[in-house]
């Protein structure tokens, strides 16, 4: 297997969807994944008859016409797998009242309009420009210098302009409501940033890439989706190694020429893909004096995202007490003040929590009769308790007494209980601190500011959600798609 075209190091869903894309081009793809099962945090796992997504619970993009379904059709696989629309895509309980979100941008739109009749200008203008700035992103060519404010000024004039702003500050701008405020707030949670902090930019991915063809979870598990990609991959000649570690990244002279397996074994490529953690990619592949000093620097200064304590619960019955799968729970409608304790490596103790109900969309989840829970909070990885299993238990406690007030007697039809750290994410993905979206959607790591899918070593590329757009599936099929084009114009150039 030496001396392939390209050799990716992870079988993550942007390693999946540039390795898949690369070897129907007919290049010789290799993708190595140091878990002998791929797709990393689009996985799940089964316990006692139960089925849990270990993460990943609700998909952007699938419908007819979004990037992963036309990836799919791409593929040849789209009649393999199936999704299911979410609509409502998930309530929001507040003490006083409940807010339904449609999955529909002009619903939503609508409905809170008429909730706040006075703010209707306002929300159209905050949405106008969250879709420019997503439309524009998503035109952004591979090969885009972004120093070049000519080209970006006349042709992605919203990017230019809001690239250094946050969604606060957008929010300031139009809407002057501050329960409104938090409402249209509540989805910054999904990069687990406070409105202060998240980039507009950020916000514009994460929000129309779920009203962009619909939100969806996928009908059973959802590692089929990346299994199905493997297969896919396989079918187009590519090479999969699953179940080894790559440790270093081989070098000769300041160029990338291989990888080296923990085992031992060395490969060579013309081309070196990281979809792995770029800190371990630029530190532990690599030795520190094959990276420019400025480049390191700057790596150091980076930013990773939260991540998520998850508590996953096989239960006795079925959950008519929930009108549908997703919602999200609030003590009050201060929004941002966790995240002071979450930086401090606390959870508060009013923390708001995810209450997602997977089996009452994916019946095949459990056995006849039951249902399945996820209950799961932001969480800091250097958490002052630390993650023995005392306060693992602590917190499943703080959970289930806080899912008991919508679904009462719940702590009695408990019959299964998983829970998952940053630490187990961390160690299941090898991504850095857990962190569960790449490099926090901040304004200075955000947009044209993320990390460059290209590296300031020769044949070394990155794709995933440490580089661009970010974080999420939607967003990792949009890296693996556009690494793969900056790779195909260089052996179609013959760079390679
Ligand atoms: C708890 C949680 C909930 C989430 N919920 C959602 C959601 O509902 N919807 C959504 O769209 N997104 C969600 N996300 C985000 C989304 O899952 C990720 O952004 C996306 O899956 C990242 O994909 P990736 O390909 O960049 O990398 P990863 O999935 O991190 O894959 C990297 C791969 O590289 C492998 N690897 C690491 N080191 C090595 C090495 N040295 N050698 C070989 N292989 C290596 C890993 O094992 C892994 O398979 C969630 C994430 C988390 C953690």
Redesign the pocket.
Known sequence: MSDMDVII?????????CGCLLAQRGLKVLI????Q???????SFQKEGFSFD???????ECQEGGRIWNLLRKLGILHHLRFIPLEPAREYHFPDQKIVQSSQLETHIEHLSRVFPDQRKGISQVYEVLRKIFDEFSHVPSSLNWFDPSSLSSQFPFLLRYKDQTFGQLLGEYISHPFLKTILSIRTS?ALLPPEEISVVGMAGIEM?YFNHGVSCLEGRVEQFPLAMGEAFKGMNGKMIAG????KILMNKKEAIGIK?TDGQELTGKVIIS???AQ?TFS??LSEDSIPMAYRSKLKGMRPSL??F?LYLGIDGSLEELSISNNEVFPDDQISQEYQALYENRIPGGAPFYLLAPSKVNPSHTPEGKSTLCL?MKAPYHFSGGWAQKTIDELSEFLISRAAVLIPDLRKRILVKAE?TPKT?EK????LS?????WAQIPSQSGIHRLQRTTPIPNLFL?????SP???????VA??ELTAEVIWSKFERGES
Do not use: R
């Open positions: 190091i992870g079988a993550g869903v942007a390693g999946l969807t190595v994944e140091k878990n099962k791929i797709g990393g945090c689009c996985s270990l993460s990943v619970q609700s998909l952007g999904y890439s080894q570690e790559v440790e397996l979809n792995i953690d371990a532990t592949l991540s998520y998850i799961s998952a994410i299941w993905t090898g991504n857990g962190a569960a979206y790449g794709t995933g959600h440490w580089t970010g974080g999420g599936i939607a967003a990792v890296s693996g």
